[in-house]
């Protein structure tokens, strides 16, 4: 029987998604007798508009063994409680999603259905004021979770980080070469595929060096110059429900401490990012240019800027939807080369990182199985099509209709399952997380709820508190949620006595 093991593997490909995959790989393999190697041109310039990240990458931090500090300081990163959403619901209207829960579950239910509850005997306080995610974020505070902390909401802080990209996938090329990924340098021009099988065998370069690879990874971005260029694979285009098709992006001059959050403000034909930095602040238009020109997008950027530019403005295209197969025969699509959703809840990073850890629990071996590559694509699919439905809410729950892009977002027909959930909440206050999707119940009901949709009514069983214990407690969460934030360092404070970059 002929060896069928995986020796020899292709990135084609850089940037956040091809390091990021060469770092998990070299970590997870571990095996002298594999070959990783990853080929990329200096030539060939990264998108790197994906600073911003969720909670999770926490997960693939521990994986590969890194000091956070240390990560922190050589990717100029900040940290972040969660993203507040500026002017969706209505133009003045502002909310924060954090990453931290509101309140704690009673009685077997989500805290929500409590708060509705205090809400309509019209005695409640916002919402906000039971997530210390949210106080926090608000007054530029930030600390780790301390475990030391039994039942209180410092024992369980959830956060990410706002980094710069490429110091980021610079920082996953060191620790990848130093696991033995070899990079070479050069443009692939050409790939060869197997007569019969059409799997690809090899990639050319322009000086005419060849490669060859037993399993080949696209990270080639938009293009997909294996997955897309030769394999012709398809692409399922999404963009009637999520219409915006172009960015532009640029840094500009810090103003003032960074703050422990991600801002995502609405404007006439899209949504401006800001990503506050250690030593910068991240910006970027997100538009569809069927409402405004690129020449309006970019002046629309350049007036909600804090400081004064320092970089030129970078111009992207996009298609929102993905590939019609992520794994096509042997070749695996990740990041922009899989497909794109666009950045408006930070998520680019998290799908290359549970793309990485799919792979690892697929990995093939040279007969290529076809039902483990259909698990492949039909999980890694279910996993786009939730983040898609959860950015679509953004867009279909506002209540604005001053410009006709927003006219379009709030009157678009939406999928059958975002339908489902907004029916739901809005007829009993029910939340549902289906299959360990990436955004739970608190995510859900931070966007209905910050974009004004309200319940008729809430889970019959939140009547069984009797009202005095009700107000009782509600009251000594608040109380106890002021506490802990009182506690709080300011966000700089912490990242200068632990974490603060080299600025030189």
């Not at 998990?24 to 007798?33: A, F, K, Q």
């Not at 916002?126 to 974020?137: F, H, R, T």
């Not at 960015?247 to 401006?272: H, I, L, N």
């Not at 602040?281 to 800027?305: P, R």
Request: net charge negative.
């Amino acid at each position: 029987m002929s060896d069928q093991k995986i020796k020899n593997i292709v990135i084609v490909g850089g940037g956040t998604a091809g390091w990021m995959v060469a770092a998990g790989l070299s970590r997870l393999i571990n095996d002298e007798t594999v070959n990783i190697r990853l080929i990329e041109s200096e030539a060939i310039g990264t998108v790197g508009v994906g600073e911003a990240t969720i909670p999770h990458i926490n997960y693939f931090n521990r994986l590969l063994g890194l000091d956070e500090n240390d990560f922190v300081k050589k990717t100029n990163a900040t940290f972040k409680l969660g993203i507040e959403f500026v002017n969706w619901g209505k133009l003045g209207e502002s909310y924060i999603h954090p990453f931290g829960d509101y309140g704690v579950n009673m009685e077997g239910l989500r805290f929500h259905h409590f708060w509705h509850r205090y809400n309509a005997l019209g005695k409640a306080p916002s919402v906000d004021e039971y997530c210390l995610q949210i106080l926090a974020a608000q007054q530029g505070k930030f600390q780790r979770p301390d475990m030391s902390l039994k039942n209180s909401p410092l024992n369980s802080i959830v956060y990410a980080f706002q980094f710069d990209a490429s110091l980021y996938a610079k920082f996953m090329r060191e620790f990848a070469e130093s696991r033995g990924v070899k990079r070479i340098e050069g443009k692939i021009t050409k790939a060869g595929q197997h007569p019969e099988t059409g799997h690809i065998e090899s990639v050319t370069l322009e000086n005419g060096e060849s490669y060859e690879g037993d399993l080949f990874i696209d990270c080639s971005g938009f293009r997909g110059l294996l997955i897309e260029q030769t394999l012709k694979t398809g692409y399922e285009d999404w963009s009637a429900m999520l219409p915006c098709d172009r960015a532009v992006a640029r840094g500009c001059e810090s103003v003032g401490e960074p703050a422990p959050y991600t801002r995502a403000t609405a404007k006439d034909a899209g949504w401006q990012w800001r990503i506050p930095l250690q030593s910068r602040i991240g910006n970027g238009h997100v538009y569809c240019s069927e409402y405004i020109s690129d020449d309006d997008a970019l002046a629309s950027l350049n007036s909600g800027l804090d400081g004064e530019p320092i970089s030129d403005p970078n111009f992207l295209r996009f298609k929102t939807g993905i590939r019609k197969k992520t794994w096509n025969k042997n070749v695996i699509s990740l990041g922009l080369a899989a497909g794109f959703l666009e950045p408006l809840e930070s998520t680019s990073i998290h799908l290359i990182q549970t793309a990485v850890a799919r792979l690892m629990q697929c990995f093939p071996d040279k007969d290529f199985a076809q039902s483990n590559i259909d698990y492949f694509n039909t999980k890694t699919r279910q996993e786009y099509l939730q983040v898609r439905d959860f950015l679509i809410l953004h867009y279909y729950a506002t209540e604005r209709e001053d410009t006709p892009f927003w006219r379009y977002c709030k009157n678009m027909d939406i999928p059958d399952t975002l339908k489902e959930r907004i029916a739901i909440y809005k007829d009993t206050a029910r939340l549902y997380r289906h299959d360990n999707e990436i955004f739970g119940e608190t995510s859900w009901f931070a966007v209905m709820h910050g974009q004004g949709i309200m319940p008729e009514r809430y889970h019959p069983m939140a009547n069984s508190l009797p009202e005095a214990t009700l107000l009782d407690r509600m009251d000594q969460l608040e109380r106890v949620t002021q506490a802990c934030l009182d506690k709080m360092p300011k966000h700089q404070s912490f990242i200068n006595a632990n974490c603060k970059a080299d600025m030189n």
